[in-house]
């Protein structure tokens, strides 16, 4: 019995079960009135009686409801299992209890799709058995005449049950019926072989989509369990992949040769992340799938062979304690204080009593010597004397311990991964980037990306993530509740360093992961320019200038990821730079929408019960995700991309910035002497240039180069200056900050 069928048996005897759950409340009208799902006294809680919600429950204070089933769970804190098992010994049904369906032949069982077309019999059906082999539903093919719009026929495939007699109570107990209905309540779509499963529970599982290529996969390689679900890959989101949950054999996953039968395969791995997907030949017929001949050049075991596991990051290894705890105590110069190793292998700040003491704890004699001198007091003073440690204190991606001069007083802890479903939050990501493919495998392989980074303490380039969106749609949750633990849970704000707005960025060093969330938007165009300028030099330079306040600058070599998000109005999309061409690979720019969570309950309560149940799973799965040849680029691991509306929508918002970029890319590439003529030169000269398509993009009519230079003379007049002689305007443009002019040589 389903979930459902149980959920439906359960309304029938709602009153009863109301007064046995919920003794404190009453009856007022057609519901059932009390505190919460506890069974205190109240009237916050609402159980439909009778009506077409009969068996549904609403709880107004707490913001949540479901079914009886879910209200039974939450009265006493049991699983869903464990729920189950409450109901059937409340309606006295046996755990083993199940109606035996009659003989029947689907075959010779006629369907009628409307009242006017009436089904041809069957032409296959493919039984669907239970996991002890009996069979209470078939998926039937139906093969339909010739019409006006399809002259040539058509097929048709639709699910037969073993179900109660429609539009009567569900009664667990009565005679059932083979009926022509489908699958409706989530996860309940079943999967084809379930039997097998239970019956081999050693071989390896090889999941296919549809029946037929099920039946001929299993002649192929007989030694695995191949199975799939009904419904194709339209409803792989809704199989009921339960017993594969706790399978400890491999399980491999063939998709068919097209784009639906790939993202069916890639949503199945995400909700079994020790699966293992197989790569299909580019050169293979569109559509083509095991049923199907199979190429002469094709070897399929060669293909279901070289589905192995997934590559697996190398964990780093902190730097180990050494054997003589007493190598473990250091001085920093900078703070006058004293470091050492604490139980958990970070690194603690003591005073020089304390390192005293720690010395005479370890066995250091404090017998004085003739010239009144201990053995303490002479390493205290070495020590402090001989020192060579320049930076004591945390270091983004890197485990504590001493690494030549500098020395990391704290780990690195990313969220360990653990295998388990994380379906939901992979869900909650792809509805929260509108459902486009293009945006989502970019946010999961920066973030695969990113955390393999901390994890192995290995540097490398990579971009910033830029999420733009309208308010209230998740991007800062995004950011804060997910990214930041899975890279080690510890966040800076960088905004006010990289917009120029400080010089001083130490606070930035002790953490993985940067963010600028929702920043007012800059008002000139230094400070974008500045953080454009940061951008390419904090995450696509190893070595950084780290300059805490009152201390001198170090050079630290911290493994960062940064993430920007923003809101879509106009003004606020301009806290993101001028994007230049030199800009355009550095950036990864997605677009954010509001969306309805898919699952039943407050908001509030969902995110937080996704965090706390999919987090760690979803940490293992990104753990487990290589890059596709596809989107491969070499210095960051990945392509960058940019929503092409968000794009659009910032060139036409700042013409101008573009015009900086190409200026600084293409005039002051090798030459840094000031810049002088008119409009139609400078335009001229841009359009020659290997940046002809940025320039005639934004070059839309004749008089745009003077436009956007007067725009720029208002906004940075030292740099963009002008004259006028002769009716004629010419202009003097200097070489950006930083650069040392030699314009008078």
Same mark, same amino acid.
């Given at each position: ?112 799709n409307d009242a006017s077309q009436p089904y041809r019999y069957g032409s296959a059906a493919w039984p669907y058995p239970d996991a002890d082999g009996a069979i209470y539903a078939y998926v039937v093919r139906f093969d339909l005449p ?38 409706t309540a989530p996860d309940d779509v079943p999967l084809f072989n379930l039997h097998l499963l239970a019956r081999r529970p050693t071989d390896p599982v090889l999941i296919v989509e549809g029946e037929k290529t099920a039946i001929a ?134 005073? +020089?009593?304390? /390192? ?5 704890? &370890? *066995? ?9 001198? %201990? =053995? ?112 080690? +849970?510890?966040? /800076? ?5 990289? &917009? *120029? ?9 002790? %953490? =993985? ?31 950084q200038s780290c300059h805490p306040k009152n201390r001198q600058a170090i050079t630290l070599r911290p493994i960062w990821a940064m993430s920007i998000s923003l809101n879509d109005e106009p003004e606020n999309l301009q806290v993101l ?59 960051? *691991? ?10 659009? =929508? ?96």
């Amino acid at each position: 019995m389903t979930l459902t069928e149980l959920s439906d048996a359960l309304s029938v005897r709602v009153a009863e079960l109301c007064s046995q759950l919920l003794p404190a409340g009453r009856q007022v009208g057609p519901q059932w009135i009390v505190g919460n799902v506890f069974g205190d006294a109240g009237d916050s809680l609402y159980v439909e009686l009778s009506g077409p919600k009969q068996g549904l429950w609403y709880d107004h204070a707490a913001g949540q409801g479901g079914d009886l089933l879910e209200l039974i769970g939450q009265h006493h804190v049991y699983s869903k299992a464990q729920s189950a098992q409450w109901a059937r010994e409340f309606l006295g049904i046996r755990d083993d209890y199940q109606p035996e369906p009659r003989r029947f032949d689907p075959l010779k069982h006629g369907h009628r799709n409307d009242a006017s077309q009436p089904y041809r019999y069957g032409s296959a059906a493919w039984p669907y058995p239970d996991a002890d082999g009996a069979i209470y539903a078939y998926v039937v093919r139906f093969d339909l005449p010739a019409t006006p719009e399809h002259p040539n026929g058509s097929k048709d495939v639709r699910p037969l049950r073993f179900l109660p007699p429609e539009n009567q109570p569900p009664d667990p107990l009565n005679p059932r019926h083979w009926r022509w209905k489908g699958w409706t309540a989530p996860d309940d779509v079943p999967l084809f072989n379930l039997h097998l499963l239970a019956r081999r529970p050693t071989d390896p599982v090889l999941i296919v989509e549809g029946e037929k290529t099920a039946i001929a996969a299993a002649k192929l390689f007989p030694s695995h369990v191949v199975i799939t679900w009904q419904g194709g890959s339209k409803r792989i989101q809704r199989a009921a992949i339960d017993p594969l949950l706790t399978r400890d054999t491999p399980i491999i996953l063939w998709p068919d040769a097209d784009k639906p039968g790939r993202d069916a395969m890639i949503y199945l791995k995400a909700r079994l992340p020790s699966s293992r997907l197989v790569s299909l030949p580019a050169t293979l017929p569109e559509g083509w799938d095991l049923a199907d001949p199979i190429p002469a050049d094709v070897s399929i075991q060669g293909l279901l062979d070289a589905a192995g596991d997934p590559p697996r990051p190398v964990q780093a290894e902190p730097v180990p304690a050494s054997p003589n705890p007493l190598d473990d105590l250091h001085y920093d110069p900078n703070s006058g204080q004293w470091w050492t190793r604490n139980l958990w292998g970070d690194y603690a700040q003591i005073n +020089g009593d304390r /390192a005293r003491t720690f010395l005479l704890e &370890s *066995g250091v004699s404090h017998v004085k010597d003739e010239t009144g001198t %201990s =053995e303490v007091d002479r390493q205290l003073l070495r020590r402090t004397r001989d020192t060579l440690i320049e930076y004591a204190g945390p270091l983004a991606g890197h485990r504590a311990g001493l690494y030549g001069t500098i020395l990391v007083t704290r780990s690195v802890v990313p969220l360990p991964g653990a295998p388990g479903d994380c379906s939901r939050i992979l869900t909650y990501i792809h509805n929260l980037l509108d459902q486009n493919d293009d945006q989502y495998w970019r946010i999961i392989y920066w973030l695969a990306l990113r955390r393999q980074a901390v994890l192995t303490g290995t540097w490398r380039s990579s971009q910033a993530l830029a999420l733009v969106g309208p308010a209230a749609c998740g991007k800062s949750f995004l950011q804060s509740a997910v990214i930041t633990p899975l890279l080690g +849970g510890r966040i /800076a704000k960088p905004y006010r360093y990289m &917009s *120029g707005a400080t010089d001083f960025n130490g606070d930035l060093f002790a %953490s =993985e992961h940067l963010a600028i969330e929702d920043e007012a938007p800059g008002r000139d165009i230094h400070s974008r320019r500045a953080l454009g300028s940061n951008i390419k030099s904090m995450l696509f330079a190893q070595n950084q200038s780290c300059h805490p306040k009152n201390r001198q600058a170090i050079t630290l070599r911290p493994i960062w990821a940064m993430s920007i998000s923003l809101n879509d109005e106009p003004e606020n999309l301009q806290v993101l730079p001028p994007l230049d061409p030199s800009l355009l690979d550095k950036l990864i720019i997605l677009r954010c929408v509001r969306h309805t969570l898919p699952w039943p309950g407050d908001e509030i309560t969902v995110l937080k019960d996704i965090l706390q149940t999919e987090l760690q799973p979803f940490a293992h799965y990104l753990d487990g995700l290589v890059v596709p040849e596809h989107l491969v680029e070499p210095r960051c *691991g990945l392509k960058a991309y940019q929503h092409p509306a968000i794009l659009e =929508e910032l060139m036409q918002l700042s013409p101008e910035h573009q015009l900086v970029g190409l200026i600084d890319t293409v005039i002051f590439e090798n030459e840094f002497l000031i810049w002088r003529g008119t409009a139609a030169d400078l335009e001229t000269a841009l359009r020659d240039s290997k940046y002809a398509r940025e320039a005639d993009r934004l070059f839309r009519f004749n008089t745009a180069c003077g436009v956007y230079l007067a725009r720029l003379h208002e906004q940075d007049p030292e740099r963009f200056t002008k004259t006028k002689s002769n009716g004629k305007v010419r202009w003097a443009i200097s070489p950006p900050a930083g650069v040392n002019s030699n314009a008078w040589a």
